[in-house]
């Protein structure tokens, strides 16, 4: 694990000194969020370009929902989709990561280009998919799954939430270890929405150290999920829409990036991309003043950096924008984090890509 907060580097990628954004682009005409507006590769690619500009360290391209119900897109429909914007985004040098559970994409994405492989079925879907990782190098996210979404949640029972999670990520980072991929270019995702509920979610979220307990990088997928929707709509009301959810997901980007997450993954860069370098200054900050000798007569007074400026911290301050800092001011009032969690297996993950 590297020094920054402990959140580890990931072998074969750039090295941020801060939690990194990874930006979504759904190649797909039926994702929760954004299915059928960046389905065709060149507003896949465009949009792509476009997370970039706003603050996206990488880019994860997938051509498959996952959301409850969704039907399977066959082998050649998923490589139509996916292959093409692959190799678009890293012509323009793009990090790209892939979103696949299928080793033939994999495999052709990252000929393509692609340099991270995000399999949400962490290489149980398709036993070719290890070996095919494992002989290109590639680094590898194992996310927690119990199985594809049909017909709604698949055992999202638990009696202990945080240690079932943990010790099932293990077992399965135990199996990838085994099958050839290298220790540090794996990285866990708790798989936030997957066979859990909304309660599961936010009890993940406030234990994310024993994940990190595991001993490898994590990344955080929480954008625009169920369970935000019934944290803002509290007991009474009805969740607001998937894209009425970016300012609740901007703010568990900076708690996520506060407790040493490697990567967040969302679909709205602009506002996590400046919370996840607000919360690397705090963090700058707190280094600093807790210093022996360190003068913290006034710790947290600092003068304003300039638009675009590089802070002490080694952070990139983006000139702002209209409407990009709205990760501070929306649905705080009335609405308790959890008020309402639904009973267990009730919260589907709205299509977690």
């Known amino acids: ?19 990194a954004v990874m930006g979504v682009v759904n190649v797909t005409p039926d994702s929760f969020s954004d299915g059928g507006r960046f389905f065709d590769t060149t507003a896949a690619v465009k949009h792509g370009l476009d997370l970039v500009g706003e603050g996206a360290d990488l880019v994860d391209v997938g051509g498959e929902s996952t959301r409850p119900g969704a039907t399977r897109v066959d ?54 998919m290890i070996p095919v990782v494992a002989a290109a190098g ?6 927690h799954w119990r199985g594809f979404l049909e017909g709604g949640n698949v055992r999202g029972v638990y009696g202990d ?49 024993r994940l990190l307990g595991l001993g490898h990088p994590l990344l955080v997928a929480a954008s625009r999920k169920r369970f935000l929707g019934r944290v803002l709509a509290g007991p ?14 901007a703010a568990v980007s900076a708690l996520a990036a506060a407790a040493g997450a490697w990567a967040v993954r969302v679909h709205e860069v602009r506002a996590t991309a400046d919370a996840v370098r607000v919360a690397r200054a705090v963090e700058g900050a707190r280094s600093t003043t807790s210093a022996p000798g360190a003068d913290d007569t006034h710790p947290a007074r600092t003068s304003e950096p300039t638009p675009g400026a590089t802070t002490a911290s080694g952070a990139r301050t983006p000139a702002g924008t209209p409407g990009s800092g709205t990760a501070s001011g929306a649905r705080t009032s009335e609405r308790a984090p959890g008020a309402h969690s639904p009973a267990p297996g009730a919260d589907s993950p709205e299509g977690a890509r």
């Open 1 to 19: 694990m590297s020094k920054h907060s402990g959140r580890g580097r990931v072998a074969g990628l750039p090295e941020w000194d801060r939690c």
């Open 75 to 128: 082998e050649a429909e998923e490589l139509r989709r996916v292959v093409p914007v692959v190799r678009g985004l890293a012509s323009e040098g793009v990090t790209v990561s892939v979103d696949t559970m299928r080793a033939s994409v994999a495999e052709q994405a990252l000929a393509a280009g692609a340099v991270l492989v995000n399999d949400v079925s962490g290489g149980l879907a398709d036993p070719a």
């Open 138 to 143: 590639a680094p590898f996210v194992v996310m």
């Open 161 to 209: 939430v945080v240690a079932e999670v943990v010790d099932e990520l293990r077992a399965r980072v135990d199996a990838v270890l085994a099958g050839g991929i290298a220790p540090d270019r794996v990285v866990v995702d708790p798989g936030l929405g997957f066979s859990k509920d909304a309660g599961h979610d936010l009890t993940l979220l406030a234990h994310l150290d």
């Open 236 to 249: 009474e009301g009805a969740p607001p829409p998937a894209r009425e959810r970016d300012a609740a997901t």
